[in-house]
């Protein structure tokens, strides 16, 4: 076997790992050797954040979903933290004043950069910080829910679920989200969680950790706790509602910014450090995470190496190289029909994904990943 045909093996091989092997494994180990967590009816003193910037449309909304939340008022604090918000979103803030909700302006920086600053105004009676987004409704028991495993002293980091609504239009983002949503759950039962979701989220407040604000909390705090010696996990009855984008154009702009920031965490996070980590978070990190923000790299030695193969050894590299050129048509052919074929969309959505993950790989070694960014058109 020469050295291109073993690439393309190990190439093929990573790839069938991470998408099919990895979350079998997963399974497998979640429903054979599940972690068992404590999670009890606790009432801590909650400082919920709500991140925004430019949202008048959805930020009153959002307030009155917040203050309907079954949760004691009097430990509870509201807070909406303005990433320099010039369209009237400050002043919408600024009327339920009187009901408690509070306001902190910060620069433009970002959402992580918001808040923090936001964290940094906290008294030392908060417990527990919980995150949401200004476009996203909880659950009116969902922050109940979600700090209950804070009951257990291991765990520093909650996630919840978000629900994305039904939407029309050509984004297949609903069905690959539930496949993660699950693949989430399995990997909680393991270990830990290897990402979150900015929409619904909570750490104790000592746990609270100021990172890069290029990385996001998303990604950067569920591995950072269990570097630190504290697990993350994920609590599916904790739900947050949320429209996705309606046109794969936009949640491809979205996966390319999402995919930078994913690389920047790869290359100035330490995020693969062996160091307290464990082995078996490690094989999760490595599998879900690394491999699949190089699935787009892969997929292109796969190709190379394929094209080559096909010709030079024949047999079965002629069937990996139709094997990919027929998911390539499958995409074209989505695009010529408007993405109405669920089959094709699929395919189409599976190979923007792959090719936001080169694109953003190449934003980050070269163009620099910055922290602010425009929100998707359709998710309001």
Known sequence: MNLLETIGWVALALLVWTHVGYPLFAFAWSALLPRHIDAFDIEPRVALIIAAHNEADVIEAKIENALALDYPPEKLRIIVTSDASDDGTDEIVLRYASRGVELVRAERGGKVNAQDAAVRQLDDATEVVAFSDANCAWNADALRLLVRPLSDSRIAYVCGRLSLLCADGTNREGTYWRFEVALRGWESKMRS????????????????????????????????????????????????????????????????????????????????????????????????????????????ILLAASLVLAVVVGDVWWWILAAQLLLLVLAYLSRRTGGRIAPLALAEYYVLVTLATLIALYDALFHGIAPVWDRPEGTR
């Open 193 to 300: 969680v290897t990402g979150g979701n900015g929409s619904i989220y909570a750490v104790r407040r000592d746990t609270y950790v100021f990172v890069d604000p290029r990385f996001g909390h998303d990604l950067s705090f569920p591995y950072l706790m269990v570097k630190n010696g504290w697990l993350a996990t994920y609590v599916p009855d904790a739900v947050a509602t949320e429209k996705p984008t309606t046109d794969l154009g936009d949640e491809f702009k979205r996966k390319v910014r999402m995919f930078g920031h994913c690389w920047l965490i790869v290359f100035h996070g330490r995020m693969f450090s062996l160091l307290k980590m464990g082995p078996l978070y490690w094989v999760q990190m490595i599998s879900h995470r690394l491999l699949r923000y190089a699935s787009g790299l892969l997929h292109a």
